[in-house]
């Protein structure tokens, strides 16, 4: 087994619960079957197709609020507070512990704590689930069969092998390859996010799907937190709080009324999680100030199999 130092927590993955235009969902007319509401990671979709369709889950894809075609190479524009963060962010993981040796055969653990609101059809106000445990063991070569675990009416999911020579992978050895520039990194991001799209809230979004459930290596990581400064309307806030009750600085942007917010420790700059907020009243039916979903990374280890936590 091999530990990951709490400074290498490496930008991680499931994406933080967003909230979305519910308009459709009063239209259905299946019985009051309550529905999960969070955000799957861009890169999981494809792997969590079979978790989605048992416990009825809505992936949710929010557009945002395209600032045109932003290849984003910002060489002219000032630093912002939140680029100059992110570049603190970016130094600290350049700095931090190198991984050690990772054999293809292993998995990578993440363990989590994670809440997000659920619309129950009938009802016009959405609710809080409570926070809750959740597990993922990854295939670091993303050849063998993983595991979805969380203590909540999903249960246990099959995560399938990732084929290989694709983009959207999520595996170590995938996320080794991606480039260590960052303007590199942002073209790769608006490539993939979002089916193409290059829109800057999608890009944002996929910058988060890749702090979540996933292991990267430090100057991967560290050309990632550049490639977010340079998307347009990232935003400091100053005090926020993750599902543990962590509280740290967060990286954020806002779209369609809920602000995601990337949550990282004020004096290490490790990432500790992940929150979406409304700032506004939304017609899904959030109230300003109330959160649509929320995260915490607890553990992040190399193990030898499945179902191995240490």
């Known amino acids: 087994m091999t530990e990951l130092p709490e400074r290498d927590l490496p930008p991680g993955r499931h994406r933080v619960l967003k909230e979305h235009l519910m308009s459709e ?41 395209s600032s045109g075609d932003s290849d984003g190479d910002g060489a002219d ?45 009938g009802e016009k106000r959405p609710h809080f689930d409570p926070v809750h445990k959740r597990e993922v063991w990854l295939s670091v070569d993303g050849t063998r069969q993983g595991l979805l675990r969380e203590d909540n009416d999903n249960g246990e999911s099959p995560l399938d ?36 799209k290059s829109e800057d809230q999608s890009t944002f979004t996929l910058v988060g799907d890749l702090l979540g459930e996933s292991l990267m290596p430090p100057d991967v990581s ?41 949550i990282f420790d004020k004096r290490t700059k490790a990432y500790l999680g992940e929150r979406g907020v409304a700032v506004r009243d939304t017609v899904a039916g959030l109230r300003k100030g109330e959160v649509a979903g929320t995260r915490a990374i607890m553990k992040r280890v190399v193990v030898d199999r499945v179902r191995q936590t240490s």
């Open 25 to 65: 969902i009063g239209n259905e007319k299946s019985a009051a079957t309550a529905r999960k509401v969070w955000r799957r990671p861009a890169f999981m979709g494809p792997l969590l197709a079979g978790a989605v369709a048992a416990s009825m889950v809505i992936a949710l894809a929010v557009s945002g609020q």
């Open 77 to 121: 524009r000032p630093p912002t507070e939140a680029a100059a963060l992110l570049e603190d962010i970016a130094l600290a993981a350049e700095h931090s512990e190198q991984l050690g040796d990772i054999r293809d055969d292993q998995f990578v653990y993440i363990e989590s704590r994670v809440g997000y609101v659920r619309y129950v059809m």
């Open 161 to 196: 092998a990732q084929p290989a020579g694709i983009e959207r992978n999520t595996s170590y050895r995938h996320l080794q390859t991606l480039p260590t520039d960052p303007d590199g990194m942002l073209k790769w991001l608006h490539r993939v996010s979002e089916n193409g």
């Open 222 to 262: 560290a050309a990632l937190y550049r490639a977010a400064a340079k998307i347009p309307g990232v935003e400091v806030v100053e005090d926020t709080v993750d599902a543990a009750g962590r509280r740290g600085v967060g990286v954020a942007r806002e779209s369609d009324g809920v602000r995601e917010e990337l």
